[in-house]
């Protein structure tokens, strides 16, 4: 019979001192158990996003590790007028080892909201490399086909001017309204959304400057710095400037939110966006246009307005504070719906200036409204008078 020799080498000596082997109520668990998953099984989403933030009143036993000069620790709820359930209950007590017992996973209605487009680190990255790269592409090809040679004179003045001018509303209200909130909101979760949701209008904005370098360079008689001189002065960009800057100076986080994603979008945005830059372009020799823009009115449509509903559908629904909430939302809808549609008015004169005309004025307006209504009862909201005017 053939005997292996054995090696001389030092063996691992376990002892019954090892963390690993004792036993608790879930050693033989499969599943994280910290949180409730949405799904039957938790997903990756989950798993790098739940309690990166975490909550003293869950198990942060010795309180904020972190606070503010004034004595205000972590992430204060009163940063909102809006309330979770929950958010009225004590601090637990704190003591030796007590792990800050004293209220069950999740401790407030704020932890109940996922994303549903599961934004984290890795996908921001893949998303937005991917429009830039087809985004690139696309302007690539125009200048390869001598495209802009078709547009007219009358088309060139508009989009130096108006379309280089929406790249200020996104780069203010990426810069200051969305990486302002996504600071105070409470939960990672919330700040994981409203921080891809800053950095979709921060490269909208950017992909507008570049497009506005490329047009300098390959349009004759291109003014690139035209855009300037229309966000400042022309009369038609006040009261969307005025809005804007209005909205990024609002301190209640959710509220700003609110404002940008539920009522300007939908009344100014995308009135804007999609219902005369993207209409009007084809007819004027233009088909590079709406693709710039249609990356800003899919990141909006699809995806910030997405998780923005999600996330208010929650605090309108609330079993402890819907009351509380729907009248606070009232307050804001009754401010800034006026103020929204002043600065839709405003660029009406814009209808008129490309040499084929998108559809009439009244008509856009009347659809991006209805879908402001409908969006407003999805939220479970009652649709404001303001919208009749």
């Not at 996003?49 to 009163?78: C, K, M, N």
């Not at 497009?211 to 390959?218: D, M, P, S, V």
Request: net charge negative; with cysteine.
């Amino acid at each position: 019979m053939t005997t292996t020799q054995e090696r001389s080498v030092p063996k691992p000596v376990f002892t019954d001192a090892e963390a690993g082997a004792k036993e608790f109520p879930d050693s033989t668990a499969r599943r994280y158990n910290y949180y409730t998953p949405t799904k039957r099984k938790q997903s990756h989403y989950e798993d790098v996003t739940i309690e990166v933030q975490p909550d003293p009143r869950h198990y942060l036993s010795q309180g904020w590790l972190y606070g503010f000069a004034d004595g205000t620790g972590g992430y204060p709820l009163e940063w909102t007028a809006l309330k979770a359930w929950g958010t009225d209950r004590p601090l637990p007590e704190r003591g030796i080892a007590s792990g800050g017992t004293g209220h069950e996973w999740p401790a407030l209605g704020w932890h109940e909201f996922r994303d549903p487009n599961e934004e984290w680190e890795l996908t921001l990255y893949r998303y937005n490399a991917n429009i830039i790269r087809q985004l690139t592409q696309n302007i690539e090809a125009a200048k390869q086909s001598k495209a802009f040679e078709q547009w007219s004179a009358n088309w060139i003045r508009f989009v130096e001017s108006h379309v280089g001018a929406w790249m200020h509303p996104e780069h203010g209200l990426g810069l200051y309204v969305f990486a302002n909130a996504n600071r105070r909101a409470p939960t990672n979760m919330h700040n994981n959304a409203i921080a891809v949701n800053s950095m979709h209008r921060i490269r909208s904005a950017q992909d507008l400057a570049l497009y506005n370098l490329t047009l300098t360079e390959e349009v004759p008689g291109f003014d690139g710095t035209a855009h300037l001189e229309a966000w400042n002065n022309d009369k038609c960009w006040q009261g969307v400037r005025r809005v804007t800057e209005g909205l990024t100076g609002i301190d209640d986080w959710c509220e700003a939110i609110f404002a940008t994603n539920v009522v300007f979008e939908p009344l100014v945005g995308e009135l804007f966006r999609s219902h005369l830059v993207q209409q009007a372009a084809p007819g004027n020799g233009d088909f590079v246009t709406p693709t710039v823009v249609g990356a800003s009115e899919y990141d909006f449509a699809q995806r910030d307005l997405r998780y923005t509903k999600a996330m208010f559908e929650l605090l309108t629904n609330d079993k402890e504070f819907a009351g509380h909430n729907k009248s606070v939302i009232g307050g804001w809808l009754a401010n800034w719906v006026p103020q929204c549609l002043d600065a839709a008015r405003t660029l009406q004169p814009l209808w008129s200036q490309p040499d084929v005309k998108p559809q009439r004025f009244e008509d856009g307006l009347d659809r991006v409204k209805n879908r402001f209504s409908e969006l407003l009862t999805s939220l479970s909201l009652d649709v404001p008078k303001e919208l009749a005017q």
